[in-house]
């Protein structure tokens, strides 16, 4: 039976060719879409240029004849505008002025003709109000990666003989098939699948002390080969964080695009900026030229332009935890380090005023063409997939590009676990040989003990 899909305006808000995602069956627009569209067009966001290009591929569909009555799409299915339905009757609480009211009436009235209809809409509480009137409704998918606990983490651990460990210190290398894993019952073991740039945990069958860390090249198992560094007087912890301190210690030439997931407290954003300063101030290999820092703010990038004084002003506010982060890197004397703030205060700002460290908003980085800097993309969680994919088309050569963020930490009203532009991100670039990704788990959390304590209990 043909499908009528009732588009809601935050599926256009997001994705504005979803239009062509329900093959041959029957797309409906409420009128009230329309004019929600129209509010949004003139805005100087990310959702005003969604906006303004949902706009312009209705006006081609329009151009081929009217909407109201219904225009063929390339894919085989109908595309038309309805109007507001206004002779079919919702529960007498609700406003029938409300918007989302509106487009449910919309779907009633259409489902009283007899036709099979389906709402399509971002909003739960939309979704909600639909099964109440027994209408169909359902999320939009397109962008949409797995459930959390089935994304790509970056790391496994891995199983193989006292002799292959051994082999791997003395040889310098596994092929894969020497480890295996358990399957998830727990009842036999397999020989993994594994993925280019994958981290490995590798465990001794036999004994419990005795495991290695390794990286897979895409053709054997090979070991860390920045184990022992210490950037900027920095230790790793954990194995997150070694694997952590290989991907970013690892030039721009081979490893471009870096991806770190992870709770709060395993020292994500504190590794990037340790390892950008010590490639910049200790190796002085003039690989970068200086280090960027950008922290999506949904307020800041609609805003900044209203905002008052330079950009770096309109900004500080939102970049304190970088300012944290740099107060421990630049003085680690523990004791000593905040015996005076006025002169660590003078230490940070010298990174700034020599323009080590420079400062954007996201919106800023749209339509450059970045070259030879390490820039760090902080909570990127917030970011949408169509955000994600111009910043790292934004990478010219030598330029290495940090995504971080917690999945478990998303601001953004239109973005869940599934649908921002990390996750997406780390989804699509796995396996990419120019990629290299890696998750921190809560018990790799490092910042304090009520931190970790919080971590493992809330």
């Avoid at 290398?173 to 727990?186: K, M, T």
């Amino acid at each position: 039976m043909k499908k009528t899909f009732v588009l809601d305006t935050n599926v256009l808000l997001q994705t504005p060719f979803a239009l062509y995602s329900f093959g041959d069956n029957d797309i409906v627009i409420p009128e009230v879409v329309l004019e929600e569209l129209d509010k949004f067009k003139k805005d100087n966001t990310e959702l005003g240029a969604n906006a303004r290009h949902a706009a312009r591929i209705l006006d081609e569909i329009r151009a081929k004849g009217r909407l109201n009555e219904g225009v063929e799409l390339e894919n085989g299915g109908i595309l038309r505008v309805e109007l507001n339905c206004n002779n079919v009757k919702l529960p007498e609480s609700w406003d029938e002025s409300n918007n989302d009211n509106r487009i449910l009436k919309v779907c009633k009235g259409l489902q009283e003709k007899g036709e099979n209809v389906f709402l399509v809409t971002k909003d739960i509480f939309e979704r909600i109000k639909a099964d109440i009137l027994g209408v169909v409704a359902q999320d939009f998918f397109a962008e949409q990666v797995p459930v959390f606990d089935e994304q790509y983490k970056g790391r496994l651990d891995v199983y193989a003989s006292e002799d292959k460990l051994n082999e791997f210190y003395s040889k310098g290398f596994l092929s894969p098939e020497d480890v295996c894993c358990y399957n998830s019952d727990r009842s036999k073991m397999d020989c993994p699948l594994l993925v280019v740039n994958q981290f490995l945990i590798i465990h001794s069958l036999t004994n419990d002390k005795q495991t290695a860390l390794g990286r897979f090249d895409g053709s054997k198992i090979v070991p860390l080969y920045y184990l022992h560094e210490r950037p900027f007087g920095v230790t790793p912890r954990n194995a997150g964080q070694k694997f952590m301190q290989e991907a970013l210690m690892t030039d721009a030439d081979k490893a471009p695009l870096v991806i770190i997931k992870g709770p709060a407290g395993t020292a994500k954003t504190f590794y990037s900026l340790a390892v950008g300063l010590h490639k910049i101030m200790v190796e002085q290999s003039k690989l970068y030229r200086k280090i960027l820092v950008c922290r999506p703010n949904v307020r800041l990038d609609e805003d900044i332009g209203f905002l008052p004084g330079t950009e770096q002003e309109k900004i500080a506010p939102f970049l304190r935890p970088i300012i944290d982060n740099l107060e421990v890197l630049i003085d680690n004397d523990e004791n000593e380090r905040y015996s005076s703030e006025k002169e660590l205060k003078d230490k940070v700002d010298e990174l700034f005023d020599r323009k080590i460290i420079n400062t954007e908003a996201i919106a800023f980085i749209r339509g450059r063409s970045i070259v030879k800097q390490w820039i760090i993309i902080d909570e990127a969680q917030n970011l949408t997939p169509k955000q994600v994919k111009g910043i790292i088309t934004r990478a010219g050569a030598g330029t290495k590009i940090i995504l971080i963020g917690d999945p478990e930490q998303i601001d953004q009203p239109f973005l869940d676990i599934r649908t921002n532009g990390l996750c997406y991100a780390s989804e699509r670039m796995k396996g990419s040989k120019l990629c290299y990704q890696v998750t921190l788990y809560d018990e790799e959390c490092e910042r304090s003990e009520l931190a970790y304590e919080s971590a493992k209990r809330m």
